[in-house]
């Protein structure tokens, strides 16, 4: 099917585009297309302009932010997030996430500022911001905010977004030298949206003085197997403090997932094969991960 007409607008600064929004009663922003172009086709919306960010120049962009994290701009593409080598170095996890995003042709045009304001249940970069605690700078009619991921998804493709809106800028605070990562991701074709994906951190801190290294830090997150992708606290804090990770504790972690995460059946997967995913994902991460830590890749 082919849309319904629509006027177009490319303003070439965010200002121009926050008043073009505000100016209609209709307008949808359009930045890689690759998600809003087929619900145009199938008539899922009709808006009566659409303004294009495309060209707004503030909004590119991968910089260096302070303490080892990272600035993105929202027009950065998923291919550019995957071969950028400053990711590659502080976040080596987002790289590998992004593999693992459509095909290459989508994730050539498909940007990190759509993909999060979309906000897509089984999508790799909200599951990101989550894991990484990204603070998300958001441009409206009265000027700029900040929200912290964790408060930004309400839902399966429902934001914090206001009318008028745009989604700016995207900030990974920096994580300590010593974390190690780890991504996984079950589709059933490469490709496809993910039925369940766990990503992990783990960061080591002390040393003999303090009676030996330990877990200082630990974050899990899922995606696929909930309405916003989701960070699993309550296992993240049973790690925390642990000197190594036994089948005991591998065991309890994974329990826990899958007793957290409230996956909806679909055409795809049943509910309770979604937790079996999250529980049997979860479990073969960490242990790769602590693998990783204890510096016995596998
Ligand atoms: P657009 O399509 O331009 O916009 C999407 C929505 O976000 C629209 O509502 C738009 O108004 C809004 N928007 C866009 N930018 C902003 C902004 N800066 N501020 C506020 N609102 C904004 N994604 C995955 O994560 N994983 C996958 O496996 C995957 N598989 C796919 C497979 C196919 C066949 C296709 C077509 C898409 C797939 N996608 C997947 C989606 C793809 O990654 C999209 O590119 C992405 O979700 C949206 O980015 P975009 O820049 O194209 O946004």
Redesign the pocket.
Known sequence: MKPAAFDYQAPSTLDEAISLLTASDDA????????????LNFRL?APELLVD?AGIEE?RGIEPGKSRGLSVG??T??HEMETSELVKERFPVISEAMK????LA??N??????????A?P?????MMAMLLDAQLT?AGPSGKRTVAAEDFFLGALTTD?EEN????RIDFPGLPKNTHFVFDEF?QRA????LCAVAMTLSMGGNFLTGGKKISEARIALMGVDETPIRIKEAEALLVGNKTIDEGLLEQVATIVRDTVQPNADLHASSEYRQYLAYTMSKRSLKKLWAQACGQDE
């Open positions: 949808k922003v359009i930045a890689g297309g690759q998600s809003l172009m087929p619900m919306l960010i909004l929202a027009l593409r998923h693992f995003v459509a095909h989508i994730r045009r498909g940007t990190i500022g759509g993909s999060i304001s979309h897509d089984a999508a790799e970069l909200p958001v977004l809106e745009i989604l700016a589709a490709g496809d949206f993910a």
